[in-house]
Nanobody, 127 residues
């Protein structure tokens, strides 16, 4: 019922910037938490940053001071501004939505306990 589509990945030189976006669609009333995770081949998926509907943010130590997460609640969209990129930031980046309230249909609202993931977008940092 909920679909997440990421955009904005690509290739950049070390020290460069990229901005990722993830738009959620479906019969969504609200989303409690939106986040970005990343995964390299053979590795576990790891947290990059999360943001709640109340704009409370959380970052992995490795990206603090360089990455900034934000969201537009009206558009059900989350962004990740990535600055001062390093080669070790190269990964597939996934967005995640959890704590989703579904219009079933409006004004009836129900809680969906599922976690939803996007398809991933590649970020490559290389000179």
């Amino acid at each position: 019922q909920v679909r997440l589509v990421e955009s904005g990945g690509g290739s950049v030189q070390p020290g460069g910037s990229l901005r990722l976006a993830c738009a959620a669609s479906g019969s969504i009333f609200s989303i409690n938490s939106l986040g970005w995770y990343r995964q390299a081949p053979g590795n576990q998926r790891e947290l990059v940053a999360t943001i709640t509907s109340g704009m409370i943010t959380n970052y992995a130590d490795s990206v603090k001071g360089r990455f900034s997460i934000s969201r537009d609640n009206a558009k059900h969209t989350v962004y990740l501004q990535m600055n001062s990129l390093k080669p070790e930031d190269s990964d597939v980046y996934y967005c995640k939505a959890d704590g989703v309230y579904i219009s079933d249909p409006y004004p009836s609202i129900r809680y969906d306990p599922s976690d939803y993931w996007g398809q991933g977008t590649q970020v490559t940092v290389s000179s």
